[in-house]
């Protein structure tokens, strides 16, 4: 079981900004992605951002040029740069992480606890 550790959520106002931060507690999961989705009151869980293992980025429309995910490799943590925070924003952001444990081989998908983004007008 690979535990995630999110933080960073809060309150801001628009136009503010917010970095998020999901850390891995194993070394021993191989990561071939690692990504943010949100969900917000009534709405299906969506994606936000993503990473795979190679470095190759992804975004959802409506947040590209507004939000930078990044990766540690080293620290086996995700990183989700917020700017520009508009109230539409405001939703529960999960950590989701994916991969094969270097062991076993075993493919599996894990997420975050969920942090709170909230974005006042």
């Known amino acids: 079981q690979v535990q995630l550790v999110e933080s960073g959520g809060g309150s801001v106002q628009a136009g503010g900004s917010l970095r998020l931060s999901c850390a891995a507690s194993?070394?021993?999961?191989?990561?071939?992605?690692m990504g943010w989705y949100r969900q917000a009151p009534g709405k299906q869980r969506e994606m936000v951002a993503g990473v795979r293992g190679g470095g190759t980025t992804n975004y959802a429309d409506s947040v590209k040029s507004r939000f930078t995910i990044s990766r540690d490799n080293a620290k086996n943590t995700v990183y989700l740069q917020m700017n520009s925070l508009q109230p539409e924003d405001t939703a529960v952001y999960y950590c989701n992480v994916e991969g094969r444990w270097a062991i076993t081989g075993t493919y599996n998908t894990y997420w975050g606890q969920g942090t709170q983004v909230t974005v006042s007008s």
């Open positions: 194993t070394s021993a999961f191989i990561f071939a992605f």
